[in-house]
């Protein structure tokens, strides 16, 4: 069934006038597509474009301190040997490092490298510029809303937060 522009405003489907209703997870994950598109638009243009959606789905998960590689399969829904290779492609790259874990002598830690850092400054302009034009589009206080609505939902959702 086709949703009509109105009622896609509304949320779609089955609501107040009986046409089919989207769930709100596909209702979360369009704009998250759209921001993951112009993320990586961007950094192709800005010369980065040697890095893959299934590389940075691994590398923005990288903590402040580094990750473990197991941590990082688990959170990004991979392989521990995915999550190897797309560590390896970053690493060869210059995105990422990998340095010993100062709190178990056997394990390393991934940590994002000077080059991956530059990386995401751009990225973090760019969430900046879109959350901007989302917040002109829906206007301040939905914006808000729609921040505090997410924040709680992130409570049953997340378990890495």
Not at 43 to 48: I, P, V
Request: aromatic share 4%; net charge neutral; proline share 3%.
């Amino acid at each position: 069934m086709e949703v009509r522009a109105e009622d896609r405003q509304n949320g779609g489907g089955r609501g107040r006038r009986g046409e089919e209703r989207q769930n709100l997870a596909l209702l979360c994950f369009y704009p998250h597509r759209a921001m993951e598109a112009r993320l990586l638009a961007t950094l192709t243009a800005e010369g980065y474009d040697d890095l893959t959606l299934a590389q940075a789905r691994v590398a923005a998960r990288i903590g402040p301190s580094g990750t473990r590689l197991t941590d990082l399969a688990a959170q990004a829904l991979v392989t521990k040997q995915t999550a190897g290779h797309l560590v390896d492609q970053l690493e060869r790259a210059g995105y990422v490092r990998r340095v010993p874990d100062p709190t178990d002598a056997r394990a390393r830690l991934v940590q994002i490298a000077e080059r991956g850092r530059e990386l995401v400054a751009v990225a973090r302009r760019v969430e900046a510029e879109v959350e901007a034009e989302w917040t002109a589009h829906l206007g301040e206080e939905t914006a808000d809303q729609l921040r505090v609505a997410l924040t709680r939902l992130r409570e049953v959702t997340d378990p890495y937060r």
